[in-house]
């Protein structure tokens, strides 16, 4: 098949990218920057650009959709540009291409409303009650690629839920640079119980889902690892990993939501660029439970994950061990590690 992938730059674009060259498809990539993914073929645009959009599903058979403004911050202009606007410039270049089948990588926050999650499956999107500019527009852009899926157009949405693994900059490399300098609190005491995905699943269920499009088209699923754990848990897994302390001072959840959205708003407000050490939504992941019922995504899609959370911890530790002494050097000084300077990336959800 002759597949785009939109934000190949990103872990999970990339990983998506690299493992339908692996499984022999025709593999062509679309985002601001070189993908770095070898056997595909590299469309450099922005989903601002219609003509670009336009030249570059040409020829494609199916479609999956990662690009977006991802962050926790900045002006609801830019997230509706993006990750709204940019959608609707790419259903319309491929409905006019003729293109067949269309993944759109979604995020479980788009029915996220604050409340915990315990079992739950993919409830509907609600751009309306979602929390902050990213999960609205995420929703509102769900809404738009399954609002347009018909037999000739097949639109399914996936919504990979807290992805990470090796060189993920989104999760792993900002909670060991805050657990370095010792910012990083455990809101509860850490006892809320949340899922995530290894990075190789959450790729392996968004290319089984174009595979299996007949099944999954006109609907969403939400795709984790089905393995929920104590949030201080993970992060203590993670820390572990890179070499860095754990967690162990706490603070009130309550307070942590409060104080997010205070500033969050400042951040804003001034323009600040960086992420901002918390927000309302970080906090909330923090501090609620939130993990999903795995069975009908596994029977849609036909698919269970490869590597499990302790042998994805596994992994991570093996790619820090290889990594030299200034690397780890880097995270003290600067709060971020030298292979991964901070940098806004196409493609990965936050939670």
Known sequence: MRVLVTGASGLLGGEVARLLVRQGHDVTTFQRRPSGVDGATDFCGSVADAEAL???????????????????????????????????????AARAAGVRDLVYVSSPSVANTGAAIAGLGAEPADPQRAHGDYSRTKAEAELLALAADAPE?????????IVW?????????????????????????????????????AAAAIVAALHRMEHVHGRAVVVSNGEPRPVGELLAGICAAGGVPAPSWHVPGAVARAAGAVVEKLWTWVGRKEEPPMTRFLAEQLSTAHWFDQRETRELLDWTPAVSIDEGLARLADAYAA?????????????????????????ICPP
Do not use: C, M, W
């Not at 494609?60 to 959608?87: C, M, P, Q, Y």
């Not at 097949?154 to 839920?161: I, K, N, S, W």
């Open 323 to 347: 990594r030299v002494g200034p690397a780890r050097v880097a995270v003290a000084e600067t709060g971020h590690r030298a292979e991964h300077p901070p940098a806004h990336r196409l493609g």
């Open 153 to 161: 157009f097949r639109v399914a949405a996936v919504r990979p839920h």
């Open 165 to 201: 693994g090796p060189g993920d900059t989104q999760l792993v490399e900002r909670v060991l640079a805050r657990a370095s300098r010792h910012r990083l609190p455990l809101l509860d005491a850490g006892a809320a119980l949340i899922d995530t995905t290894y990075v190789d699943n």
């Open 54 to 92: 336009r030249k570059a599903v040409e020829g494609a058979e199916g479609i999956i959709h990662l690009a977006a403004k991802v962050s926790f911050a900045g002006r609801a202009a830019e997230f509706d540009e993006v990750n709204v606007e940019g959608t609707r410039r790419l259903l319309h």
